[in-house]
C-alpha cells in the first residue's frame, strides 16, 4: 500500500507544475523584459485555458482616457514616452482562483545630435589673440627690464 501512495504523490508532484504553467503572458514574444524604441508598437499576449478570462492593468493610460485596463488575451500598445512601464496582467479561472503575471517594457529613444559648434572658428580665433598677445606683453616686460626702465 505504501508503494502506490508514494508513487501516487509523486504522480501528483510532476503534475503540479504543468497545471500552474498553463497561464503565460509576453511582450513582444519576451516572458519578463522588453527594451523597445519610442513610437514602437509592443503586442501584449496572454495564453488562458477556455474557462479563464485576462485583465492586462498598464498602470496608466497609455492611449488616452480609459486605456489602463484591457480584458483581450491579444493587446497592441504604441508606447511614446521614454521610460519603464510595469504591467500586470491577471488571469481569473472559472473555480474563481487567479494568477498575476507581471512583465516590464523598457522605452528608450535616441537623442539628436547636437548642431555643429558654429562659434568654434571664433572661439579659437580669439584665443590665438590672446596668447599672441600675452606673448608679445612678456617680451615687452622683459625689454623693460633688460634696459633697467621703470615707469
Not at 483581450?72 to 488571469?91: I, P, R, W
Not at 507581471?102 to 555643429?116: C, G, M, R
Amino acid at each position: 500500500m505504501g508503494r502506490y501512495s508514494c508513487s501516487g504523490l509523486l504522480l501528483l508532484v510532476l503534475l503540479l507544475p504543468a497545471a500552474a504553467a498553463e497561464f503565460e503572458a509576453s511582450v513582444n514574444g519576451e516572458e519578463r523584459l522588453t527594451v523597445v524604441e519610442s513610437g514602437t508598437s509592443v503586442e501584449f499576449v496572454a495564453v488562458v485555458p477556455a474557462n479563464a478570462s485576462v485583465e492586462w492593468d498598464f498602470g496608466r493610460d497609455l492611449a488616452g482616457p480609459g486605456s489602463r485596463w484591457n480584458g483581450s488575451s491579444n493587446v497592441t500598445q504604441m508606447l511614446h514616452a521614454a521610460g519603464a512601464y510595469s504591467v500586470t496582467c491577471t488571469a481569473t479561472y472559472g473555480d474563481g482562483s487567479s494568477e498575476q503575471k507581471q512583465l516590464w517594457v523598457i522605452v528608450s529613444w535616441e537623442e539628436a545630435d547636437d548642431e555643429p559648434d558654429t562659434h568654434r572658428p571664433l572661439f579659437v580665433a580669439l584665443a590665438g589673440a590672446e596668447l599672441f598677445m600675452s606673448g608679445w606683453l612678456l617680451w615687452q616686460t622683459w625689454r623693460l627690464k633688460e634696459a633697467k626702465v621703470y615707469l
